[in-house]
């Protein structure tokens, strides 16, 4: 049936295909900036650090830290390099911020294949007490049941 249809058929004499070449300019996504600095309360050690925003108390921050305030949003930095890490880190906490979610976690890893170094913990931390401390109401370290120690709870300000 096909060589029946095709009776008759001449091919083109020239390929009209228009090669396309890739576009030079990517469009890059909108990166928000944060909000200025604030100072923040940090208490611990060993790797267990908490900190808390002016007006936050520890009964807050101990509830935060059992687990009982459920995250919203959860972003896993497993695999990434610091300088990956940290845009990431900053615009999800903006967007989380902006969608108004309350609680949100931040899977970091406990550095066990970093020579025991908790490279990405330490950089979330000094991220939330730096540069992303406008946002941040309070933070501790994640229950056992979300992460334990390689996770860190991330109560925000909501705009």
């Known amino acids: 049936m096909f060589i029946e249809a095709a009776a ?7 390929r009209d295909r228009v090669r396309l ?5 990517q469009v890059l996504p ?11 309360t940090v208490e611990g050690d060993d790797g ?8 936050v108390n520890r009964a807050q921050v101990a509830l935060l830290r059992g687990g009982q305030v459920r995250p919203e949003a959860t972003l896993d930095l497993h695999g ?19 969608q108004r979610r309350r609680c949100v ?10 020579g025991g170094a908790a490279i990405l913990r330490d950089l979330v931390v000094a ?26 709870y991330v109560m925000l ?3």
Do not use: Y
């Open 30 to 40: 909108r990166r928000e900036p944060l909000p200025p600095t604030a100072a923040l």
């Open 127 to 152: 991220a939330l007490v730096g540069r992303a401390s406008g946002l941040v109401h309070a933070f501790a370290p994640a229950a056992p049941s979300d992460g334990g120690r390689g996770a860190t």
């Open 21 to 25: 070449e890739p576009p030079r300019n």
């Open 157 to 159: 300000r909501c705009p």
């Open 8 to 14: 008759g058929v001449t091919p083109l004499a020239a």
């Open 80 to 98: 990434k390099s610091g300088a990956e890490a940290e845009p990431a880190l900053d615009q999800f906490l903006v967007e989380a911020a902006r």
């Open 48 to 55: 267990l650090v908490t900190g808390r925003a002016g007006g």
């Open 105 to 114: 976690l931040i899977v970091h890893g406990q550095g066990l294949h970093s």
